[in-house]
């Protein structure tokens, strides 16, 4: 079946730090890649998604891409803010539904 | 454009009750989905509804079933409630099923068994 795998956390970085969060799964055929944000109290926000190999997805300063070749999708960012602490979820679906299969997530902590 | 709504916010019941929780999709969106998010277990997917058919089902016990209206509404609910359904029960709505579609999630439900 599918799975993700996430670093985990807490990842605790100062303002302007450079981010990364490595993320790898395991599926079958070519699934679609996302990258979820979840601010307390809140449900999740999509940041950003990649639906084919070597797709770059970006928003935000965040990036990642579909590498196939090593199964992975890590999250980046040049210069993180306190604003961008919050929970970050890896995720993937097969293309034929809408079940998202997620890591267990990785909790980010900025301090000024 | 309203967001997906889910209501109510907060529930509290006892172990044994049943409980109906409701999401309202993005207008126009017909693919509504449901999940579970634990401490222990993250987060996990119980059902995805298209066109008032069910079309995937997690690996969740009969307790917990779901329905879509034909408005795209959607309920979830959970009978003979345990300790262990505690959990914020979130919803998302996407224009169609397929993972090329971005899925846009409600505030969730968050239910306390005692």
């Known amino acids: 079946g599918n799975s993700v795998t996430q670093m985990e956390g807490p990842v605790t970085l100062s303002e302007e730090a450079f981010l990364t969060i490595n993320c790898t799964y395991t599926?079958?055929?070519?699934?679609?890649l996302f990258w979820y944000v979840q601010y307390p109290g809140e449900g999740l926000q999509l940041l950003l998604k990649?639906?084919?190999?070597?797709d770059k997805g970006s928003n935000k300063g965040f990036e990642a891409t579909y590498r196939k070749e090593t199964t992975s999708f890590h999250l980046e960012k040049g210069s993180v803010q306190v604003s961008d602490s919050a929970v970050y979820f890896c995720a993937l679906s097969n293309n034929a539904g809408n079940m998202l299969t997620f890591g267990g997530g990785t909790r980010l902590m900025v301090k000024p | 454009k309203a967001g997906v709504t889910q209501t109510p916010r907060y529930l509290i019941k006892t172990r044994g009750q049943q409980v109906t929780l409701s999401c309202s999709p993005i207008s126009g969106h017909r693919s509504v989905s449901w999940y579970q998010q634990t401490p222990g277990q993250g987060l996990q997917f119980l059902f995805e509804y298209f066109s008032e058919t069910q079309r995937n089902k997690g690996n969740f016990p009969g307790r917990f079933s779901g329905r879509q209206f034909s408005n795209s509404r959607s309920e979830m609910n959970v009978s003979t409630l345990e300790l262990g359904d505690s959990a914020l029960y979130l919803c998302a709505s996407s224009l169609e099923p397929g993972g090329v579609y971005e899925q846009y999630f409600g505030p969730g439900t968050r239910l306390t068994v005692t």
């Open positions: 599926a079958t055929g070519y699934p679609s």
């Open positions: 990649a639906t084919k190999a070597d």
